[in-house]
């Protein structure tokens, strides 16, 4: 997949951007606060995603704008598509936002069509931090092969905030809806179940992807696997069952912890308690790993992620690093640049010299929200 190109204005403090992109290497340059990460942002919400920052609708509007536009060629081997959106300050809620000159009402009903991966500092602490993200982190790459699988994961959530706020409303009492509570217990015990089988065989997928990564960054001299650990189901494997085995199983554990989740007003087991374990060497990485292997584990991962929907689709997504290689060292950057190369990519830097050393392509420099 390969953008041609891409225009913004009033997109933040993007203004009057034309780049035409170089189908390989792109590299944005331009020192801080000057819209490097705009600009990512705004070819990002082509994919259909929400911001990776998570920015608000009506705060993509220019301070002083009135509307923010962009728009985006982009080509793949069937086709030359184009992405554009259009945001009025007064009618945020009514976005303009068109596929191919259709409109469509929502950003998120353009997912599926341009695919990108977007790597930034934060994602260099993947394997650290609380298991949110990584659970995140799996439930994205699956959506990006599989888009329905955001549809289930919607209604999963939606139930987990009824069933959290009738436990709330019981605290203190003991009248109840039982009822209710069961209606609840099996949407999530049906929509869980499915979730946990697609996320323990797409995490087998991604494992290899990630073997092989992590072990050529360190030439083969240290493994990393990653295990899906859920809070429901002792062992997965094989287990394809969601509809009666293991949904008996789910609804057996909600059931059995109906009392603390009324103590504690929350849901104790399923899915949004889960983990994507990291481990190196046979060590989890959260707790031993050191900021290097940390950082190569999170290496891995993004690449993997890449790959798959390579694989999946044929066809190599856009590979979006903001200001991801100034974070690196040597060794590290040279992997990532060597593993991409096959695919179309916009770095943003603040020195092109670090980059250009290892890498030819266009280079953009941007200056209050302006390529000059
Ligand atoms: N809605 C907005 N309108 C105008 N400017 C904005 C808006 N939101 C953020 N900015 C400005 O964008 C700048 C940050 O841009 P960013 O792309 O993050 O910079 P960097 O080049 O460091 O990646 C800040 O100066 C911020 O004030
Ligand atoms: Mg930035």
Redesign the pocket.
């Known amino acids: 997949m390969i953008i041609k190109e891409v225009s913004a204005d009033g997109y933040?403090?993007l203004e009057d951007i034309k780049l035409v992109l170089d189908p390989k290497m792109n590299i944005v340059c331009?020192?801080?606060?000057?819209?490097?990460?705009?600009?990512?942002?705004a070819v990002w919400l082509c994919s259909g995603c929400r911001s990776f920052r998570g920015?608000k609708d009506k705060?993509?509007?220019?301070?002083?704008?009135d509307t923010a536009n962009v728009k985006m060629l982009f080509s793949d081997s069937q086709r030359d598509q184009e992405i554009g959106y259009s945001i009025k300050k007064s009618s945020v809620k009514d976005k303009n936002i068109t596929l191919n000159g259709v409109k469509v009402p929502l950003f998120s009903r353009l997912f599926g069509n341009f695919r990108c991966v977007v790597f930034t500092p934060e994602d260099l602490k993947l394997t650290r931090g609380s298991p949110e993200k990584r659970r995140s982190f799996i439930d994205f790459c699956i959506a990006q092969v599989k888009p329905s699988y955001i549809n289930v994961l919607n209604t999963y959530n939606g139930v987990l905030e009824q069933r959290n706020a009738l436990l709330r409303s019981v605290s203190g009492t003991d009248i109840y809806n039982k009822d209710q509570l069961e209606v609840y217990n099996e949407q999530l015990a049906k929509t869980g179940s499915y979730i946990s089988v697609i996320r323990y065989t797409f995490s087998n997928i991604l494992n290899k992807y990630i073997d092989r990564l992590y072990s050529s960054i360190t030439n083969g001299n240290e493994k990393m696997n990653i295990y899906y650990q859920s809070t429901i189901f002792k062992e997965l494997k094989d287990e394809k069952d969601y509809k009666d085995k293991l949904f008996n199983i789910y609804m057996k554990k909600l059931i059995d912890s109906t009392e603390i989740d009324i103590k504690t007003g929350f849901t104790r087991y399923g899915i949004h308690r889960d983990e994507l374990g990291t481990y190196i060497n046979g060590l989890p990485v959260r707790e031993f790993g050191s900021q290097g292997q940390a950082r190569s584990a999170a290496l891995a991962m993004k690449l993997a992620q890449a790959e798959i929907i390579r694989d999946q689709y044929k066809e190599a997504p856009v590979m979006l690093l903001?200001?991801v290689l100034s974070e690196l060292d040597p060794m590290r950057k040279r992997f990532i640049l060597n593993n991409i190369k096959n695919m179309q990519v916009i770095i943003?830097c603040c020195d092109s010299r670090s980059v250009t050393e290892m890498a030819s392509g266009k280079i953009f420099e941007?200056k209050k929200?302006r390529i000059v």
């Open positions: 933040k403090n331009g020192e801080n606060a000057q819209g490097k990460t705009n600009l990512i942002e920015t705060n993509f509007i220019g301070f002083e704008k903001d200001d943003t941007i929200g």
